[in-house]
């Protein structure tokens, strides 16, 4: 009996193949430096990219980590992964149940035969039990070290997008502020050059009628208070689209998240960011550790997989009361006790287990593909977030210097207009390209802060 039970335990050992861990994330090669950042081993505080000097923000941003519904649903699936956490860990530990019973039954009389004459048979018994059973599941060849430490990745992956959900979600609120506060500039600057619009109209109107500018002057310039005044609705929409957005991420009501903008902005510094090697990238993206962590987890449940192919020993205990009469259960002539063990394992399983290794491998590959993804993807973004940065600082300084400019040539035209020197279609036009140009520096400043938000996205905040 030893013998053959020694052969069982050889077959079953030897059919364990063995099976190499997945890809590894170390195996992905991130570049040595960014095109458009120096390299350089020190980081700034990433989030002075944020429009930190807004109050609107401040106050906004409290309301993303409170009720932001992405957040939420983020944060309960982290609780998912945690329960599954100790789910894991409790299969490794003994299985302790109480049991207890009481029975009652009542033979027939009529089926019992050959008895002598005068026998009295009572057919009617009851039993009682209380008991306590344990098993317990060795893990001698880690099968449940394997899952519970994947379940711990899961937890550390789930943990990991949460940061990344509310990395976004501070990201696209700070930009839709951005948005917001840029249409409120242009709407502050399309009533500067309607008032600007409404002086020449004035102007042309007193020249006109005193004989010394002709009427094509007057309706010049009202068309330019025309244009000026058409310009409110483009600046009124986005300043809608932008409210209706923060309500969506906030979940608060249109009209406190327009009391948020009661105050106005501070003076933005300008923020040169050190964002430091692209290896470093790897380490701040939520999303990309999320990726790595799955990675590991799937290369845990090969190894679970895997160790099925090895006998399952487990120890079975029990002790107990058990008696036919309910004043007998609690005397020590009514103890049970039993103590043993189980091995099983597969045999013949047909390829069972080693589809679920194959599967196993297969959703490794996928998460190995899918990190690798994640990790040039971030890299991309990073890429042209500094890139974007650079364009538009340097668009915001040659937008500023063109405007030095065109203010000058509207006063310097409008001044030999006045006395006479200069046709009135000059004023026309330096105007116009003064509006236009301060047009074009509000959206300058809003991308530049737009980009510095893109930059504190990309590198993980």
Known sequence: MRRGFALISVALLS??????EGPAASSVQAPATFVYAP???SRDVLAALLPNEDPAFRTLVAAVDSDAPDLQVALARVAAARAALRGAGAARAPNVQAQGSAGYGR????????LPPGTVIDTSNANYSLGINASWDLDLFGRLRASQRAAALRLDAADANARAVRLTLVADLARTVVDYRTAQAKLQITDDDLADASSLVKLTGTR???GIAPGLDLVRAQSLEAAARSQRGPAQAELAA???????LTARDGA?????????TENRPTVLPSVGLPSILLRQRPDIVAAEYRLGAANAEIAAAAAARFPQISVNAALGLAALAFGDVFSADSLTASLGGSLAGPLLDFGRVGAQIDARQADATEAFALYRREVFNGIGEAETALGTLEANRNRQAALEA??????DTVELSTARYRMGLSDFLIVIDAQRQLNAARQALAEAKGNVALA???VYRCFGG
């Open 452 to 454: 510095e938000i893109g």
């Open 15 to 20: 059919g364990c193949a063995a099976v190499g």
């Open 402 to 407: 063109q405007i030095a400019i065109e203010q």
């Open 208 to 210: 006109t009628r005193a």
């Open 39 to 41: 390299p350089t081993e």
């Open 256 to 264: 406190s998240v327009s009391a948020a903008f009661a105050r106005p």
């Open 107 to 114: 033979g027939s009389e009529n089926t019992i035969t050959n």
């Open 242 to 248: 932008a409210l209706g957005r923060l309500v969506t």
